[in-house]
């Protein structure tokens, strides 16, 4: 019984800590530049592609196997480089203030085509990167074995959420950033520029969607159709917690986390629906989410 | 004058009708399933477009367009009920009514959060058919033949008779909306879309508004599920992902909301992009289509509708 509940939260807190790094990316941007980016399910393949493109050649230049986790940091840090500056200066751009709705359809267009991308570079044919797996061993929890990348992934979520809320309250540039998310336009007027910040904004969520990408590369088969299930899973996460909002994406993530967890072991065949039905009865009962203030109305 | 109109609007609807069911015996049997595929993905982007005009949009389609191909398919396979109009009106009326039910939750909400939740219920149904065995699961199941009026047409001729049908209950359908968004509820819910607040203020309720194009969407959702699902002969809970949604928005969104026969043309372009891309870049069809949809999307951000919307404006004034 104790080993059961100690199963289902370990369980839950792993999958808890991968989707919060997904959705932590996807609620920063949509708080910034106001875009919920289907495409944003797209740019975690393209992390867990190039992880598993750049980790054999990273063995295979005879490199320290500690580093690995290096090459999976540059990895996610190179399609981040690359994507920002097409998606956010080359498509999105031409879009800022107009319906979120329309937006949204963009990114889907951009998730389409990513699609097809990651089949073009890397074929149909399934990657496998396990190695990186094996790096720190396994943990014993009572009568239960955990492997110790898994627990580490715990501690990468609690690092990005940290880094990310300490970026941004406690230093200038994100006070800046944070003036931006509340009145793009007067903090426009008082010099500050936007365009920087939304690409600077851009660059973080599409870093974050890439790191999740590349750090879940060793646990999963890395094949076509890895980001459909990303996208609404980490929808269901913000929308749960509260479009936008950092907290509310921890508490988003633990709940779907603990929520599939629980179903996985006790009710398998709820698994797939559990985290849409959480998501829909959030939205009936509140909609904003949890961590979203009262905004004002425009008459 | 308005009554001339409208004369007018019902002759020149059918005889479009009558040519577009002309030009089926002539073109190809590959087209004439195409057609009828892009008739039934027009009627829930037409759905979409009765939301549009009061300011909704609905990344959520999936789910009354599933429950209009399950409704049609189970009365195919359990009822034995093989009549493809029935089908049709059934799946209208039964979507329709479910629709109906839980427009007032979905009514509540606007923007982002009606779309996001249409989409978790769209979602929640997907989640909910892949795990009903009986019913196929993920594999979903095959419809029995349709008949029409008691006759089973050849195979040869099942898609033009198919098509045929799908045109005139899509036509008619078509003249009904134009009446209904030229009444007085269906001119309020442009006003909402503009100002809800003012609109309240003046004494008509936008909720109201919203729920009654809800449930006008929905069943016309699931007429447009039950005639894919009759098409393809095939039903499946992919009908109610998320993916398909975004094709519904896609179209609506590229013919705008001003015109209902754009709705149809822009359905065309989508069925025709997919299928030629299908056929000639099997690997790439999805980047085709996506960056058919950004350039569309930058090139005509309101639509093909608007352009309709000019052509005849500029009509009545030179006469």
Redesign the interface.
Known sequence: MVDEILTIVLDGAIYASWLFIVALGLTFVFGVLKI?N?AHGGIYALGAYSTATLVPIFYSLGMPEQLVILAMLVSALAVAIVITPIMERG?LR??YG?D???I???T??????L???Q??IWGMNSLYVSEPRELLGALEFGSLYYVGYDLALIGLAIFCGLFLWFVLNKTQSGKIVLAVIHNPEISGCMGVNINKVYLAAFFIGAFLAALAGSFTAPLISVQVGIS?AV??ES??VV?IGG?GSIPGAVIGALIIGMARAACVHKLP??E???M??C??GM??FK??GLFQGAQA?K? | MTEKLYNNLLFQSIFLMSFLILVGLLIPNWLVFVITKAIAYGLVGLGIITLMRGGLVSFGQGFVFGIGGYTAGLLGTQAGLTDAMLLLFVSFLFTGLVGLIIAPLLARYRDIFFAMLSLAFSMVLYGILIKIDAIGGSDGFVLPESTYFGIKPSSEYADYVLYVVAIIMTGFISILLRYYYDSTPGLIALAVRENELRVEYLGSSAFNVAVLNFTIAAGLGGMGGALNGIALGHIDPEFTYWTTSGEFVFISILAGYLSVPAVFLAALLLELVRSFSGRYFPDTWQLILGLFLILSIIFIPSGIGSFFKQFFDRLKKSK
Do not use: G, H, T
């Open positions: 919920l289907i498509i031409r879009f107009q979120e709705v329309l949204v359809l963009v889907y267009a951009i998730y389409l085509v699609e097809d991308v089949k073009l459909v996208v609404i929808f269901a929308i479009l065949e709820a797939i629906f559990i849409y039905f998501m829909a939205l009936i909609p904003k109305r008459i």
